[in-house]
């Protein structure tokens, strides 16, 4: 059975860093692109960026280009994303997302998400 | 960048059929995705590949795509439909990656 749980989410004052990870487990992690997706309060689902399986190859929503960094370890079957210079509006619940199959395609299973709350 | 139209609410009576529609410039040629998300929860894929349904999904869940119009249908909607809906595509333009999602329905069961 696929299982995504992220951790690291918390209150960080604005310009601050943090760093989610999202352990996974119940398929060959290195064969999958990985994701993340925010939301904030109320509001709908943003990509945010993603990794190829070998991690080589990366990909970032502009709101976040050149804050945030992602990356995998996939001896350890670990996402991460380092969120560098943390503004109020990236103020959200991260999910972790699998990639189905091709870049096309869905994420087909997720985690319950970690909350991050920048605010002074 | 790349825009996914879709309506803000839709409501339906127990038993009947919902229609959520997404709609975006040259849609006909990108595979769709629906996710459903129910209050306090994580979203979960109930329409991949525009037509496809994942293990586990009920046959009450259809796609269809027609030129640049998505349709997620639910038929015989019960109360535990009552959810938000987002329909989702990969853009891909001049080395630029992109992961589109539509605003999201809300999905009211009367």
């Known amino acids: 059975e696929v299982h995504l749980s992220e951790s690291g989410g918390g209150l960080v004052q604005p310009g601050g860093s943090l760093r989610l990870s999202c352990a996974a487990s119940g398929f060959t992690f290195d064969s999958y692109d990985m994701t993340w997706v925010r939301q904030a309060p109320g509001k709908g689902l943003e990509w945010v960026s993603s990794?190829?399986?070998?991690?080589?190859?990366?990909y970032y929503a502009d709101s976040v280009k050149g804050r945030f960094t992602i990356s995998r370890d996939n001896s350890k079957n670990t996402l991460s994303l380092q969120m560098d210079i943390l503004r109020a509006e990236d103020t959200a619940t991260y999910y972790c997302a699998k990639g189905r199959k091709a870049a096309d395609d869905a994420f087909d299973f997720w985690g319950q998400g970690t909350m991050v709350i920048v605010s002074s | 960048s790349y825009v996914l139209t879709q309506p803000p609410s839709v409501s339906v009576a127990p038993g009947q059929t919902a229609r959520i529609t997404c709609g975006g410039n040259n849609l006909r040629s990108k595979p769709v995705h629906w996710y459903q998300q129910r209050p306090g929860q994580a979203p979960v894929l109930v329409i991949y590949?525009?037509?496809d349904r994942p293990s586990g999904i009920p046959e009450r869940f259809a796609g269809s795509k027609s030129e640049n119009t998505a349709t997620l249908t639910i038929s015989g909607v019960e109360a535990g439909d009552e959810a938000d809906y987002y329909c989702?595509?990969?853009?891909?333009?001049?080395?630029?990656?992109?992961?589109?999602f539509g605003a999201g329905t809300k999905v009211t069961v009367l």
């Open positions: 590949d525009n037509t």
């Open positions: 989702q595509v990969w853009n891909f333009i001049s080395g630029q990656w992109d992961y589109v």
């Open positions: 990794v190829t399986g070998n991690g080589r190859r990366t």
